[in-house]
T-cell receptor, first 111, second 113 residues
Framework: GENVEQHPSTLSVQEGDSAVIKCTYS??????FPWYKQELGKRPQLIID?????GEKKDQRIAVTLNKTAKHFSLHITETQPEDSAVYFC??????????FGRGTSLIVHP | DTEVTQTPKHLVMGMTNKKSLKCEQH?????MYWYKQKAKKPPELMFV???????INESVPSRFSPECPNSSLLNLHLHALQPEDSALYLC????????????FGEGSRLTVL
């Protein structure tokens, strides 16, 4: 089955800095890569996703890049704000259509 | 309506109690999921219903019993739970079983005493 590795487990940045979270996956058949943000006590919310026919996707301060050859994808957040503080999960899904989640990254943005 | 609604939001139960968690969506989605999530861990898949039929059971203990009465509703019946079952239980839906984009409910926070 699919295996998704996510790094780092904790990321601490100053407000205004950029943050990058990286994930690798094992199944070359995976073709959908969502990123979820989960604030304390809240539901995971889809913030951005990318499919395997695209190398990069951007939505305001958030971007995701995908390298299919290397089987890794990354989340980039620019101009971080305190409200970006949350746990971020990457995921990958392929033939089974069931996403496999990474272990999560706790992002802390200091004002 | 673009939401997945879960009730109750919080539940405290003893090990001998029987209770149920409920999930509802009116987006016309044909796949519904139960996940269990411990603090700061990723959601763990428990069950998947596709077109109201149980399609995946991830070796979940029989003290958890899912039910899908119709295409909009999903229940999780709980009986004889253990303290280690305390967690956030998340319901999710997707438009189709072959669509990987999940819409999560807010979850039911379960505490087993």
């Amino acid at each position: 089955g699919e295996n998704v590795e996510q790094h780092p487990s904790t990321l601490s940045v100053q407000e205004g800095d950029s943050a990058v979270i990286k994930c690798t996956y094992s199944d070359s058949a995976s073709n959908y890569f969502p990123w979820y943000k989960q604030e304390l006590g809240k539901r995971p919310q889809l913030i951005i996703d990318i499919r395997s026919n695209v190398g990069e996707k951007k939505d305001q301060r958030i971007a995701v890049t995908l390298n299919k050859t290397a089987k890794h994808f990354s989340l980039h957040i620019t101009e971080t704000q305190p409200e970006d503080s949350a746990v971020y999960f990457c995921a990958a899904s392929g033939e089974s259509y069931i996403p496999t989640f990474g272990r999560g990254t706790s992002l802390i943005v200091h004002p | 309506d673009t939401e997945v609604t879960q009730t109750p939001k919080h539940l405290v139960m003893g090990m001998t109690n029987k209770k149920s968690l409920k999930c509802e969506q009116h987006m016309g989605h044909r796949a519904m999921y139960w996940y269990k999530q411990k603090a700061k861990k990723p959601p763990e898949l428990m069950f998947v219903y596709s077109y109201e039929k149980l399609s995946i059971n991830e070796s979940v203990p029989s003290r958890f019993s899912p039910e899908c009465p119709n295409s909009s509703l999903l229940n999780l019946h709980l009986h004889a739970l253990q303290p280690e079952d305390s967690a956030l239980y998340l319901c999710a839906s997707s438009q189709d079983p072959r669509e990987a984009e999940l819409f999560f409910g807010e979850g039911s926070r379960l505490t087993v005493l």
